[in-house]
């Protein structure tokens, strides 16, 4: 990913000055300008009038006022602040407002002075004054900016010789994010690219220029004239693009054989207004089938604000997203609670250069398994809110170590959700996963248990509640990192059964979700995300083949391995309105979910418990999948749920999916951008 700040700033080769220093040059202009635009004005009124009577002292004291006046204005307006090295109108303005503004103050002070101190020379003169003092300001200003500008780029021979080993680059989308891309590319030295042209569908744009380039219209033609203008990239600046919108376009750009970005967010920050505009590679999860969703709001951030917040996990991947997401939410303390240490460490030093010490920030290595060191954590810290993201999610390694999915997903809830009532916890808020529904694999039973663990505490201080989502894209151990890798090992890429299908959910989605649910807790809810359609993975592996610019089955083959133990084809839906409640969120619903006692679940985790004591020493982890088909009676053989899979729901929703948005699966025309 191109940073354009950091380059722009590397790219300035002339010697640095300090702020002071600079603001004192400025000053000392504009006083020169205002000399050169006084006497200006006396001599214009000489030509006019030969007869005139002059008074020294009478222009000697308007000119002191004057000066004061408008040099007081630009103080207080900050204009001295700016930096005029880059186009800024905001910057032009606040120049024309505030002499007009002080001009104007000061016009009336000298109209009203006591005879003795007569200094008014007229309306007239002083608007002649000021006028030609704000002209030559902003024309200093101006040429100063092309002045850098040009030294940036180079004279015209280096320019011309370092644009023949530069990429010819198109920019779709020549409104202001096109604009300022274009100029940072074209007087940046350090720049490796060359714009060539620009591409918009605004018919008051097309065969205009702008920034020297021509605009050419968007159908189908641009394409042939892209490749004839010998166009190697394309580069997206287009405000608020959807990800369908991001599909079809890069689709049909990539007609032009070019490698097609984004000048965009970030993607961990899109749309929130935490960061700048950066050209990057288009990733998958700008392509999903839906627009990501956005979740958080003020009122649930001001929950967390001045609170002790415990996140165990807190260096996984929800859990490090959480801890992000938690922290500019100004919390009392962040701790984050993890066994591994490597992730801890990472999220600590992500958040320490970011908040520095206005964070007040804790990390404890710990397990969830560990009663006494849980016990130490909390009685040291009493959080008010304990985000449970701690939890083993690998599906066939969990069917292998059944045991350990029993001793840390569900003991470990168990043991955290117990001192979370110990020291009176404000709120326990467990992170799910639509594997608990039904669940045909050791994994997401054990997250049942978890969520039976949660829901059985209603008559608990402490608000319990449970969210349920997806598959995250990008998470580790998912099948994004898992099929990047692939693909620049050259492949293949291999996916258990083509026929699978998956809801997916962004980090950031998942953060907030988990967030606001947090916030509307009250007791034993259990939470679920409307996540859109479901996903097929084969069209994911094929899309992610594209985006590498590589033809699926021809550079990089598909395999097919078969389904892993515990493996269904599909996660059942989620959403379903008659087993739902709405809540304040269109887009998060309440389960509507008759808990067990708390009697029940004590006799349900002696159970496991057993199996436990009776297989730990051994690697067989048949006991641990009987006992949790005991205590979950929803566990079913995954053989017997993969036979459904042709009627069901949401195989009939994949394939609506792939109607509706053809633009993910195959190239577009024109009129479809």
């Known amino acids: 990913m191109i940073d354009y700040n950091r380059v722009s700033t590397e790219a300035d080769a002339s010697p640095r000055v300090s702020f002071g220093k600079r603001k004192a040059a400025l000053v000392l202009i504009d006083i020169a300008c205002y000399v050169v635009a006084y006497l200006l004005n006396i001599a214009l009124v000489y030509m006019s009038d030969s007869m005139m009577r002059f008074s020294a002292e009478r222009y000697?004291?308007?000119?002191?006022?004057?000066?004061?006046?408008?040099?007081?204005?630009?103080?207080?307006?900050?204009?001295?602040?700016?930096?005029?090295?880059?186009?800024?109108?905001?910057?032009?303005?606040?120049?024309?407002?505030?002499?007009?503004?002080?001009?104007?103050?000061?016009?009336?002070?000298?109209?009203f002075l006591p005879s003795k101190w007569d200094a008014n020379i007229g309306f007239a003169q002083t608007f002649l004054v000021v006028t030609l003092f704000n002209l030559s300001t902003l024309v200093n200003?101006?040429?100063?900016?092309?002045?850098?500008?040009?030294?940036?780029?180079?004279?015209?021979?280096?320019?011309?010789?370092?644009?023949?080993?530069?990429?010819?680059?198109?920019?779709?989308?020549?409104?202001?994010?096109?604009?300022?891309?274009?100029?940072?590319?074209?007087?940046?030295?350090?720049?490796?690219?060359?714009?060539?042209?620009?591409?918009?569908r605004d018919k008051g744009k097309i065969g205009a220029k702008i920034c020297g380039l021509k605009v050419y219209g968007d159908d189908e033609s641009v394409i042939s004239k892209l490749m004839e203008l010998s166009v190697q990239e394309v580069f997206l600046a287009l405000p608020n693009v959807t990800s369908e919108e991001a599909a079809q376009l890069y689709h049909f750009y990539r007609q032009t054989g070019c490698k097609v970005k984004l000048y965009d967010f970030p993607l961990k920050d899109a749309g929130n207004g935490t960061s700048k505009r950066q050209l990057r590679d288009i990733h998958i999860e700008d392509l999903l089938f839906r627009n990501s969703l956005v979740l958080g709001d003020e009122a649930s951030n001001a929950f967390y604000q001045g609170k002790t917040i415990l996140v165990t996990g807190g260096g996984g991947s929800i859990g490090s997203e959480l801890c992000r997401q938690i922290a500019k939410c100004r919390p009392a303390c962040l701790v984050i609670l993890d066994i591994y240490e490597n992730n801890a460490y990472a999220i600590q030093q992500e958040l320490i250069r970011k908040y520095g010490d206005e964070l007040n920030l804790a990390?404890?290595?710990?397990?969830?398994?560990?009663?006494?060191?849980?016990?130490?954590?909390?009685?040291?810290?009493?959080?008010?809110?304990?985000?449970?993201?701690?939890?083993?999610?690998?599906?066939?390694?969990?069917?292998?170590?059944?045991?350990?999915?029993?001793?840390?997903?569900?003991?470990?809830?168990?043991?955290?959700?117990?001192?979370?009532?110990?020291?009176?916890?404000?709120?326990?808020?467990?992170?799910?996963?639509?594997k608990a529904v039904n669940p045909t694999n050791v994994m997401g039973a054990s997250k049942r248990m978890c969520e039976m663990v949660v829901q059985c505490r209603e008559d608990s201080q402490t608000s319990f509640a449970a969210v349920r989502f997806g598959n995250v894209l990008g998470s580790n151990g998912s099948v994004i990192p898992l099929f990047r890798d692939q693909i620049e090992k050259g492949g293949p890429i291999t996916i258990t059964d083509k026929r699978i299908i998956r809801y997916f959910m962004t980090i950031p989605e998942a953060a907030c979700l988990v967030m606001q649910a947090g916030s509307m807790a009250k007791s034993g809810e259990l939470f679920v995300l409307n996540m859109g359609k479901p996903v097929r993975i084969l069209d994911l592996a094929e899309n992610m083949?594209?985006?590498?610019?590589?033809?699926?089955?021809?550079?990089?083959?598909?395999?097919?391995?078969?389904?892993?133990?515990?493996?269904?084809?599909?996660?059942?839906?989620?959403?379903?309105?008659?087993?739902?409640?709405?809540?304040?969120?269109?887009?998060?619903?309440?389960?509507?979910?008759?808990?067990?006692?708390?009697?029940?679940?004590?006799?349900?985790?002696?159970?496991?418990?057993?199996?436990?004591?009776?297989?730990?020493?051994?690697?067989?982890?048949?006991?641990?999948?009987?006992?949790?088909?005991v205590v979950v009676p929803t566990y079913r053989d995954p053989e017997e749920v993969n036979k459904e899979f042709e009627e069901s729901e949401e195989k009939k929703l994949s394939e609506d999916s792939e109607h509706e948005n053809p633009a993910m699966l195959v190239g577009v025309g024109a009129g479809a951008h």
């Open 141 to 200: 200003r101006f040429c100063y900016q092309l002045l850098h500008q040009n030294r940036n780029a180079g004279d015209g021979a280096s320019r011309k010789e370092n644009d023949r080993h530069k990429i010819a680059v198109a920019i779709v989308g020549a409104g202001q994010a096109g604009t300022k891309l274009a100029e940072e590319l074209i007087y940046n030295a350090s720049s490796h690219y060359r714009p060539i042209c620009f591409v918009d």
């Open 545 to 629: 083949i594209k985006l590498a610019g590589l033809t699926p089955y021809v550079d990089v083959d598909i395999v097919e391995i078969g389904l892993r133990p515990g493996e269904k084809l599909y996660e059942e839906l989620l959403i379903k309105s008659e087993t739902l409640s709405e809540t304040e969120n269109s887009l998060i619903f309440i389960e509507k979910d008759t808990p067990y006692t708390r009697t029940e679940v004590e006799k349900k985790l002696e159970i496991l418990q057993q199996a436990v004591a009776a297989t730990e020493s051994t690697l067989n982890g048949r006991k641990i999948k009987r006992a949790m088909k």
């Open 60 to 111: 000697g004291i308007n000119a002191m006022i004057c000066l004061l006046f408008l040099m007081g204005g630009r103080a207080l307006f900050s204009v001295y602040r700016n930096v005029w090295r880059y186009p800024n109108i905001r910057a032009y303005l606040t120049i024309v407002l505030s002499d007009a503004i002080f001009g104007l103050g000061a016009l009336l002070l000298t109209r």
């Open 363 to 434: 990390v404890e290595i710990a397990s969830v398994r560990d009663e006494v060191r849980l016990e130490a954590i909390f009685k040291a810290y009493r959080p008010h809110v304990i985000f449970h993201a701690a939890a083993h999610k690998h599906v066939p390694l969990m069917e292998h170590s059944a045991c350990e999915a029993v001793k840390n997903n569900v003991m470990g809830t168990y043991y955290t959700a117990n001192m979370a009532e110990k020291y009176s916890a404000e709120k326990f808020i467990l992170i799910s996963t639509d």
